[in-house]
């Protein structure tokens, strides 16, 4: 049988193991003050995603990028062997491993490349949560408490958004990890309906022994098509009313790095989180390149609008699962194409592969193994993570979504495959914008409100990595993709997400399979203001 990460069983991480339990500010200065931080998301903010949101900052700052591990389900992962093996491998033994190298550290938590972290779990029952936690306390810096997730599932399971009535069960979870766990406990919540009440809810909360407040600036009411706009002044009013050294970080709004420092700047919070916008642009992170100095991986147009291309992107990203996960060598790869290239006569692109044809092993094989679930998250939701990134493309690009969406996970051929077809349109892409740039601009207009008016700020071409964009509630109200809720529309629509996000516990029970998840909906004709399904991110 599998070893399995426990306290008990690993002596091989004790030394990294916090030796003091630190409050408050000296607890995150302790982690290096990080004022960059990955959401927890269900099914996305898994190790390989982490590294890659890490990878885009200079090597001596990647330690100053706080992660969140994806939620977990705290009475499952307490109760279930094969919900931590399949979710959270800190060691060998975790992922399966039973040789003498079993206690060696691995993947989740690692001090050599996966610090700081923080694991989140949701939960609704103070020992449960305890236990839960004491399984990834000697692998992570602190354990989260989601009282954030707005979805239907959470209703039903009364945890995340769900449990703010309930201010003494809140108490009681916190205190029992603040008082009973080795390493802090920290919180992530929405603000409630008034200021004055989200104060006293924030107080509560950090009177119950919270070391960090995460507050995002969207009510519980808040998600779909009536996600709206991130009020920040909730988290400034937080900020010039609670004790000087509270630790706040500021979730909501974050399209780009510059909205980043924005932030920053209004709310007086210590970092931001970002959750959408990071898993449309994983280099959110990273402060873009000056002028004159960029290399191949970001692309600017002639005004100096820009941002990193999606096959630098993708590149990185199956570099990392073949380096961490699979412990495979890297591909050689030759270097990202730009038109000033000197022109190779002898380079021919299959005609199979332009149509997206070449997807991977045969298709008997293929069927074979639809089922065969692989025993690592990271492989599991690259198919959700890629047609995430690559939603700028697969609307036009259709022999890319065709192919993506015929791969499975820790199928490395069909991932290759979908890698080589987004290579060869951006070459096209770039040809084309190198000799009649002006088909790729539009001209200002400053009469443009609402979503077009942010899509006309941040859009960038379809090969550059750029955030969603969604309808704002009033719009969506206009095209009918929103409609007024009685009180019959409401039930009727409450059921079907109940419905909807009953199917996604599964993902608590067995290794996430994303197939599918984050494909583009609506008629693809405009990718900037299609929607990304609700349950990717929490809180």
Known sequence: MASEATPQNNAAVSAAAPTKKLQGRQFYESIGSPKYIVAPMVDRSEFAWRMLSRSFLPPDEQKDLLAYSPMYHARLFKEQAKVRSSHFQPTRGSAGDVTKKKDELFLDGNPAFDRPLVVQFCANDPNEFLEAAKHVAPYCDAVDLNLGCPQGIARKGHYGAFLQEDWDLIYKLINKLHTELDIPITAKFRIQETK????????????????????????????????????????????????????????????????????LKETGAD???????????????????????????????????????????LRRYLDIIYKYVLEQPVPERKPLFLPSDPVDEKEQFSENAEDGENDGPPKKKQKREKSKRPNSASLGVMQGHLFQVLRPMVATHTNVRDALARSRPGDMPAFENVLSLVEQAIKGGLKEYDESPEKFEKPQDPTLTGSKATIAEYGRPWWVCQPHIRLLPEEAMETGALQQKGTANKQKDEKAENKKETEKESVDTKTPVSEGTATPVGDGTDTSTTLTPDRLVSG
């Open 196 to 263: 004055e009440k989200t104060l006293e809810y924030a107080k509560m909360i950090l009177s119950a022994g919270a070391n960090i407040i995460t507050v995002h600036g969207r009510r519980r009411e808040q998600k779909g098509h009536e996600t709206g706009v991130a009020d920040w002044t909730y988290i400034r009013y937080l900020r010039d009313n609670l004790p000087p050294d509270t630790v706040i970080f500021a979730n909501g709004n974050i399209l780009n790095h510059d909205d980043i420092e924005t932030c």
């Open 271 to 313: 970092g931001v989180m970002s959750a959408e916008g990071n898993l449309s642009d994983p280099t959110i992170f990273s402060r873009p390149p000056a002028p004159g100095t960029e290399t191949r991986d970001y692309w600017r147009d002639r005004h100096g609008k820009g941002g990193y291309r999606i096959d630098a992107i």
